[in-house]
Nanobody, 110 residues
Framework: VQLQAYGGGLVQAGGSLRLSCAASKRITVTNRVGWYRQAPGENRELVASMMRGGITEYGASVKGRFTISRSVADNTVSLQMNSLKPEDTGRYYC?????WGQGTLVTVSS
């Protein structure tokens, strides 16, 4: 399976973006899916994940602002990001199971 992430861009602080990750093959509800991000000079960190049963996990810095969702019908995983902050800047990587996408860049200006 291949993953294509898109939806990144430049946004002002307080704004919103929606990232999507499209899979080339069908994903199932048993696949663990999620997003990580990496800022320049920093380690990759968990943003959000979803596992079987729709159980979600969020990084502490994004709780209450970001929402992960999954569409089996469309083979996509999405990340709705609201109230963005400059510290949310980074490259966002999606994964489904053991497969990773190439990342999409998010830049939040102050």
């Amino acid at each position: 399976v291949q993953l294509q992430a898109y939806g990144g861009g430049l946004v002002q602080a307080g704004g919103s973006l929606r990232l999507s990750c499209a899979a080339s093959k069908r994903i199932t509800v048993t696949n663990r899916v999620g997003w990580y991000r990496q800022a320049p000079g920093e380690n990759r960190e968990l943003v959000a994940s979803m596992m079987r049963g729709g159980i979600t996990e969020y990084g502490a810095s994004v709780k209450g602002r970001f929402t992960i969702s999954r569409s089996v019908a469309d083979n996509t995983v999405s990340l709705q990001m609201n109230s963005l902050k400059p510290e949310d800047t980074g490259r966002y990587y999606c994964y489904i199971g053991q497969t990773w996408g190439q990342g999409t860049l998010v830049t939040v200006s102050s």
